[in-house]
């Protein structure tokens, strides 16, 4: 006999409450990791759904300001040498960043104002598909335009110029027709006329220019800061900066999910080892008889509890065994109840399952600590005495 062989003839002669231990670990084995694959398939569908609230990285040319005072009096700051950037570059240069996976979507704008009218209005040009992924949140009367002369009305602008969904006016110098007028957002967006990019630089002259890039990027899988750092290292010169308070709002929401699952995780484990620590401590007070033996055969103190810690090894390592496989499983299918995924599933992973088993074995042994220190605090003459 040696320390792998007696636990393995115990857990034979002692099935039933091996097997039990073992399912009542592995229940909680399954539960951590069923909710472990849930709340990283649910936190990423959070945020790509909280994407559609806004843009949380904004790129722009550095601005010039210089500060103008007369007699005392502050006149504030005056912007000049407006700059644009290439649209062409900037959007590539974003696309091929190193973490360009987490980037959901460029927004490329130009800003300027041209006549309807007898009025000055203020004209945003935009690319269409891009600005619908992270303003999901838009409301049309009509259809989003599909010709680059269609354009989209604010509300409020709208009702200004007693424009409607169909109606024909002359922008500027250019022919166009309303495809669409926004619900009301109570943003900047009800106050102006939304029109295609390749329209807007050419009522301002600017082919190919545009003031600013919004960005969409994902940030639970790695930093902001890693992603606006390497938009700034493939675009320098250009202020590159996260909108914290966006950014802060989106990954509190995230994190309270994954905090949550963690959180009850964690005290489905504790109740499991508190299982298997009072079975353990039981089954010391049913075997002194067979310690005291096994004291007096020469086993010292360490070699018992050795013994006991090994028994526990081997039921933490067959229950996230079990627990592995299991929890994939029923993580899949929370997934598929909640309609979370999208196209993603969790996958199964034999170095995670592996990694889950030698964790719970750990854990086990952890729990069987206490047990198999009293164990190996027995006198043997004393234990012998009920031979």
């Given at each position: 006999?040696?320390?792998?062989?007696?636990?393995?003839?115990?857990?034979?002669?002692?099935?039933?409450?091996?097997?039990?231990?073992?399912?009542v670990?592995?229940?909680?084995?399954?539960?951590?990791?069923?909710?472990?694959?849930?709340?990283?398939?649910?936190?990423?569908?959070?945020?790509?759904?909280?994407?559609?609230f806004?843009?949380?990285?904004?790129?722009?040319?550095?601005?010039?300001?210089?500060?103008?005072?007369?007699?005392?009096?502050?006149?504030?700051?005056?912007?000049?040498?407006?700059?644009?950037?290439?649209?062409?570059?900037?959007?590539?240069?974003?696309r091929?960043?190193?973490?360009?996976?987490?980037?959901?979507?460029?927004?490329?704008?130009?800003?300027?104002?041209?006549?309807?009218?007898?009025?000055?209005?203020?004209?945003?040009?935009?690319?269409?598909d891009?600005?619908?992924?992270?303003?999901?949140?838009?409301?049309?009367?009509?259809?989003?335009?599909?010709?680059?002369?269609?354009?989209?009305?604010?509300?409020?602008?709208?009702?200004?110029l007693?424009?409607?969904?169909?109606?024909?006016?002359?922008?500027?110098?250019?022919?166009?027709?309303?495809?669409?007028?926004?619900?009301?957002?109570?943003?900047?967006?009800?106050?102006?006329?939304?029109?295609?990019l390749?329209?807007?630089?050419?009522?301002?002259?600017?082919p190919?220019?545009?003031?600013?890039?919004?960005?969409?990027?994902?940030?639970?899988?790695?930093?902001?800061?890693?992603?606006?750092?390497?938009?700034?290292?493939?675009?320098?010169?250009?202020?590159?900066?996260?909108?914290?308070?966006?950014?802060?709002?989106?990954?509190?929401?995230?994190?309270?999910?994954?905090?949550?699952?963690?959180?009850?995780?964690?005290?489905?484990?504790?109740?499991?080892?508190?299982?298997?620590?009072?079975?353990?401590?039981?089954?010391?007070?049913?075997?002194?008889?067979?310690?005291?033996?096994?004291?007096?055969?020469?086993?010292?103190?360490?070699?018992?509890?050795?013994?006991?810690?090994?028994?526990?090894?081997?039921?933490?390592?067959?229950?996230?065994?079990?627990?592995?496989?299991?929890?994939?499983?029923?993580?899949?299918?929370?997934?598929?109840?909640?309609?979370a995924?999208?196209?993603?599933?969790?996958?199964?992973?034999?170095?995670?399952?592996?990694?889950?088993?030698?964790g719970?074995?750990?854990?086990?042994?952890?729990?069987?600590?206490?047990?198999?220190?009293?164990?190996?605090?027995?006198?043997?003459?004393?234990?012998?005495?009920?031979?």
């Amino acid at each position: 006999m040696n320390l792998l062989t007696i636990p393995l003839r115990c857990a034979r002669r002692k099935w039933p409450r091996f097997v039990l231990l073992t399912l009542v670990f592995a229940l909680g084995a399954t539960s951590m990791v069923a909710l472990w694959h849930v709340s990283r398939v649910v936190g990423d569908s959070l945020e790509r759904k909280l994407t559609a609230f806004g843009a949380n990285i904004l790129v722009a040319p550095k601005a010039e300001t210089l500060a103008v005072s007369y007699g005392g009096v502050s006149l504030g700051n005056l912007l000049y040498e407006v700059r644009h950037l290439d649209e062409a570059a900037t959007v590539a240069a974003i696309r091929s960043i190193a973490l360009s996976a987490n980037v959901a979507a460029v927004a490329p704008k130009l800003v300027g104002a041209a006549t309807v009218g007898s009025e000055q209005v203020p004209v945003v040009g935009v690319r269409f598909d891009q600005e619908q992924t992270i303003k999901k949140y838009w409301r049309i009367k009509g259809l989003f335009p599909t010709r680059e002369n269609e354009v989209v009305l604010g509300s409020t602008l709208a009702a200004r110029l007693g424009l409607d969904f169909g109606s024909s006016f002359r922008l500027g110098g250019e022919e166009a027709s309303v495809a669409g007028v926004l619900a009301p957002t109570g943003g900047d967006d009800d106050t102006v006329i939304l029109a295609d990019l390749g329209l807007a630089q050419r009522l301002f002259r600017l082919p190919g220019k545009v003031n600013f890039v919004e960005v969409s990027a994902l940030c639970s899988g790695c930093p902001i800061e890693d992603i606006v750092a390497q938009i700034g290292g493939k675009l320098p010169g250009l202020e590159v900066k996260a909108l914290r308070s966006v950014v802060e709002g989106r990954m509190a929401s995230v994190h309270f999910v994954q905090h949550l699952t963690l959180a009850v995780a964690l005290v489905i484990l504790v109740s499991a080892c508190a299982v298997v620590g009072f079975s353990m401590l039981s089954a010391v007070n049913e075997r002194k008889a067979e310690i005291g033996l096994l004291r007096s055969l020469g086993y010292s103190r360490a070699g018992v509890f050795a013994i006991f810690c090994c028994e526990a090894l081997l039921l933490g390592a067959a229950a996230g065994a079990i627990g592995a496989l299991a929890g994939w499983g029923v993580g899949r299918e929370v997934v598929l109840l909640l309609d979370a995924a999208g196209e993603v599933l969790p996958a199964f992973s034999l170095p995670e399952a592996l990694a889950v088993s030698l964790g719970m074995a750990l854990v086990a042994a952890l729990a069987a600590a206490y047990p198999a220190a009293k164990a190996a605090r027995i006198d043997p003459s004393a234990a012998l005495v009920s031979l």
